[in-house]
């Protein structure tokens, strides 16, 4: 079984910055990706960013410019760095571990944006 676990959220205000981390532990594959979610209440899931094991990332449009996601391979963590935040990004965050036909997912961090 895998462990997903976000960490990071917090109150911040508008143009401000936060860097999430995802730590994943347990019966992790060598090789596996990283997607950050967010979702409002009420809302669904909406997709942020993709980190593959090969070093490629991919962004959603409303991210992109501002959110980076990278890989400490010494650790198994994978960040989230937000730049630039905007009250619109007040969501809670979410890490998923994907690796085949495998998922597991944190249980989300909050991140809260004044203006």
Do not use: H
Not at 44 to 70: H, M
């Amino acid at each position: 079984q895998v462990q997903v676990v976000e960490s990071g959220g917090g109150l911040v205000q508008s143009g401000g910055s936060l860097k999430l981390s995802c730590e994943v532990s347990g019966r992790t594959l060598s090789a596996y990706d990283i997607g950050w979610y967010r979702q409002a209440p009420g809302k669904e899931r909406e997709y942020l960013a993709r980190l593959w094991d090969n070093g490629l990332t991919q962004y959603e449009d409303a991210v992109k410019g501002r959110f980076t996601i990278f890989r400490v391979t010494t650790k198994n963590v994978v960040y989230l760095q937000m730049n630039n935040l905007k009250p619109e990004d007040t969501d809670v965050y979410y890490c998923r571990y994907i690796s085949g036909p495998g998922e597991s997912w944190g249980r989300g961090t909050q991140v809260t944006v004044t203006s």
